[in-house]
């Protein structure tokens, strides 16, 4: 019995090596990817650099600078809907990237029809600061902390008084970092950037009433797909069907 | 020793079971395929990996594009087998049939051929039809895009504007990505493309697509002007052949079917056709002075405001130009004149309108007019020059207070005029390090993790919460911890009383038994030891609703006690383990009732 065991341990081991290491060599061709975009750039081959960009993205390797850059490359090639897409992905990674948020603000201008939206959820100060991974592990943390305090305030016989405010205060600080975390989980879930220019219309076919025009760059959240065509809503709450392939989500 | 050559023996095995013969092929996932979708092409390696992917020579009508390898490793039966494949995506460019030639692969030194493989590219099933039949006219994608480019005159002055349009016709394909057209200046200037009109024509018995890009073009200079072809560039969407059978079954419906389809993009450039012009030089005759390059067809005015100031008072004049013409080229009269203290103008060009203004301020009070401006310009329309005037102005200056004088700008030496800075804006640069790259399907694991972290974190939680609140209790309350400690206290009287069993002490079994299940019920009712006789205990059993059997059994124990203490052993070794699992049962079946 303990044998198998040990040729399981092996083979699981054995397993876990080779992963590791087809990822390292993965890692690496990603690695020459990116400076050979960066070159590209560089040269002013701005399609060469989306494309080895895009390269680094299909080998399932990502980093805000590359989303950074393939947003720069997209910009640079004047696909305005790609450029706010990528910068939209490299934001979610690396808020607090001042770079990325410049750039963004700068693409957003090129939307026709621009209307700046200003965020009014309760949370918009921490989604700014933090990634949605970031306050996942602030929420964890707050509530290890709530927890350890409270417990660890009625073993060493703290007075309840005390107990009662340290805790409540904890709980509160724990509610607001958690419900930001879900907030941002629900933001994140349909948020497309229209990567093309689209039309709108009714119902979803190519036959359908027009309902308005949606421009590159506009961003806007998916609520259906049905046969090739995406259900989506606009900040200022109009919604109609567009082609699917024109719409991408963050 | 022994598990040690196990493991040598199965990593042997699994060292010379990889050792197999190598084998190439390659695969085409259809090999009938919808003009305007994309097949996948595989070329598979067995037995290798860690392999450089083979470079395709280029396919007559086939676009290729490498999309990545896989490797798939195996072991069946202590057999390890390896796989590497290498996927490509073809995007055929005309119907017909076509053939993938043999394609060498470099596996480790040794080179293998890979047989050839035919695709049969045919006209897509929903191909809607053209107007008469024309779509089986057009068989590739170049015959399906157009680029068209003309101007409204083709004799013109230099400096006239131009309009210049260009159309690209698009008949059953999808396009994505547009560019703006892109063409090379010699001889002319080019003004921004507006946003193109979209909107539908029949040419040549075919319906089109087109996409209308619009601009105004000047020539610089008389003479010939060729402009070069307008480069427009964007990305073919592709429809990706599924894997599944196209005769039909379960994912064959429209909802599999849309599921399941994929797009692959194709860059594509579009060329239009060149064009000429000529263009005419301005005439020296009657050429002004003054004339500063204006041509086109152009209203001036101008005013000035106000009229009735102190010395040192600022003046505001403003010029207007509107009409047809280089605006940017135009350059609108600057004044200057004696007696005015003049500030640099601030031009405006906004498109098809220029504004000027300017920023005089009187010195002299004896002035009593602001002197005419002047616009010169060549009108296309009559092929001569033409001068507007503005002007003069009527102005009266009155002297200025006293004090006023140095409050006028520009005369306080300590005053700045302040201009306002303009910035130009343009994105940040690209970063020149990846950072840490992450596998991007890491993302829905840590989800996952992170959930699973929370609700292992709750219980913890609630478990530490419970244990404190149950300690607390056990302290603060002695008759729930009797109670707490009766079932245990109950378990080592057993325990004792199985000892005095297999020592045959009658007496003392009997002794410890009675003593502990009185101790027993003592605790568990919250009552003193010293008042819970057979009758109390009776009572409690009943109001727990026990079984009268247990009561019977329970009362017999504690005579048969009684009697062992006085009178010796009633009923032998039988008799004591019988009582023993009396006492064991009653006490589980009270514990269980008290829960």
């Not at chain 1, 290491?21 to 650099?49: C, L, P, Q, S, W």
């Not at chain 2, 860059?267 to 005419?280: E, G, H, K, R, Y």
């Not at chain 2, 009178?567 to 009653?586: C, F």
């Amino acid at each position: 019995m303990k044998l198998w065991r040990m040729l399981l341990l092996f083979l699981v081991v054995m397993f876990m090596g080779l992963s590791v290491a087809r990822a390292d060599a993965g890692r690496a061709e990603a690695e020459k990817f990116f400076i050979n975009a960066v070159k590209a750039y560089h040269e002013a081959h701005y399609t060469d650099a989306v494309a080895l960009n895009e390269a680094i993205l299909a080998q399932g390797f990502s980093s805000p600078a590359v989303y950074y850059n393939l947003g720069n490359a997209a910009f640079k090639s004047r696909r305005i809907g790609k450029a706010i897409l990528n910068y939209l992905r490299a934001r979610s990674l690396a808020p607090r990237d001042s770079d990325i948020r410049a750039n963004l603000s700068f693409a957003r201008t090129m939307v026709e029809n621009y209307a700046p939206v200003r965020s009014v959820s309760a949370f918009a100060p921490l989604e700014r600061l933090f990634s949605g991974n970031e306050l996942q592990w602030l929420a964890l943390s707050l509530l290890a902390l709530t927890g350890i305090f409270f417990l660890g305030s009625l073993y060493a016989g703290f007075p309840q008084k005390r107990v009662v405010q340290g805790t409540v205060l904890l709980v509160l600080v724990t509610g607001y970092f958690s419900a930001a975390s879900f907030a941002h989980t629900l933001d994140q879930i349909g948020a497309s950037v229209c990567v093309g220019k689209a039309e709108a219309r009714f119902e979803p076919n190519a036959q359908a009433t027009l309902y308005f025009n949606v421009p590159e760059g506009t961003e806007v959240r998916i609520h259906r797909e049905k046969d090739g065509w995406a259900k989506i809503e606009r900040s200022d709450g109009k919604s109609g069907w567009i082609m699917s392939v024109l719409a991408e989500k963050i | 020793m022994r598990k040690s050559v196990m493991i040598m023996l199965f990593a042997l095995m699994l060292s010379t079971a990889q050792a197999t013969d190598i084998t190439v092929k390659a695969t085409v996932k259809s090999a009938r395929i919808a003009f305007g979708s994309v097949v996948s092409y595989t070329i598979t390696v067995n037995g290798a990996q860690d392999l450089q992917p083979p470079a395709l020579p280029p396919i007559d009508g086939l676009d290729v594009r490498y999309s990545g390898p896989a490797t798939h490793v195996a072991v069946i039966n202590g057999v390890y087998s390896v796989e590497q494949s290498f996927n490509y995506v073809l995007i055929p460019l005309k119907k017909g049939s076509l053939t993938i030639p043999p394609v060498e692969v470099d596996v480790k030194g040794q080179k293998f051929t890979t047989e050839a493989v035919a695709v049969d590219v045919v006209t897509a099933v929903d191909e809607t039809p053209s107007v008469n039949g024309g779509g089986d006219k057009v068989q590739d994608i170049e015959s399906r895009l157009k680029v068209l480019m003309a101007v409204s005159k083709a004799r013109v002055y230099a400096g006239e504007s131009v309009p210049l349009t260009i159309r690209l016709y698009v008949n059953q394909l999808s396009l994505q990505e547009l560019s703006f057209p892109e063409i090379t200046h010699d001889g002319f200037r080019l003004e921004s493309f507006s946003e193109p009109k979209q909107f539908q024509e029949a040419m040549d018995g075919i319906n089109w697509q087109v996409i209308e890009f619009s601009t105004l073009l000047y020539p610089t200079r008389a003479g010939g002007i060729k402009i070069s072809p307008a480069v427009l560039r964007g990305s073919l969407l592709f429809k990706a052949e599924s894997s599944k059978d196209t005769s039909g079954g379960l994912f064959d419906d429209g909802f599999f079917g849309n599921f399941f389809t994929s797009y692959q993009k194709r860059p594509v450039t579009m060329t239009s056709n060149a064009v000429t012009l000529d263009a005419l030089p301005l005439p020296e005759e009657g050429k002004p002075a003054d004339f500063s390059g204006a041509v086109g067809e152009f209203e001036f005015t101008a005013e000035a405001a106000p009229l009735k100031v102190k010395a040192g008072d600022p003046v505001t004049l403003r010029m207007q130009l509107t009409g047809v013409g280089s605006m940017k080229a135009v350059t609108l009269p600057v004044f200057k004149a004696d007696g005015f203290k003049v500030y640099d103008p601030q031009i405006k060009d906004e498109g098809a309108r220029k504004s000027l203004e300017q920023v005089l301020i009187p010195t002299d009070v004896k002035l009593s007019a602001i002197p005419p401006v002047k616009f010169t310009y060549f009108d296309v329309k009559s092929g001569a020059y033409r001068m507007i005037e503005r002007g003069p102005f009527p102005l009266q200056v009155a002297p200025a207070s006293k004090g006023d004088e140095f409050q006028a700008v520009g005369f306080s030496r300590s005053a700045e005029v302040s201009v306002p800075e303009t910035f130009g804006r343009d994105i940040v640069f690209i970063k020149d390090h990846p950072g840490r790259l992450e596998k991007r399907a890491d993302a829905p694991l840590w989800q996952m993790a992170f959930y699973v972290i929370l609700a292992l974190y709750l219980q913890a939680w609630g478990a530490f919460l419970v244990i404190y609140l149950r300690r607390r209790r056990l302290m603060n309350d002695p008759r729930f911890a009797r109670q707490a400690a009766a079932a245990r206290e109950a378990r080592a009287v057993f325990k004792a009383a199985r000892e005095h069993l297999a020592d045959g002490n009658t007496k003392g079994f009997y002794e410890v038994l009675e003593n502990g299940l009185r101790d027993y019920f003592s605790s568990r009712c919250g009552l003193p030891s010293g008042n819970l006789d057979i009758l109390s205990v009776e009572e409690v059993l009943r109001a727990a609703q026990l079984d009268e059997k247990y009561i019977l059994r329970l009362k017999d124990i504690y005579k048969v006690a009684e009697h062992a203490r006085f009178a010796g052993m009633p009923g032998g070794v039988e008799g004591m383990q019988s009582h023993l699992a009396d006492a064991e049962d009653i006490v589980r079946l009270v514990e269980r009732r008290s829960r």
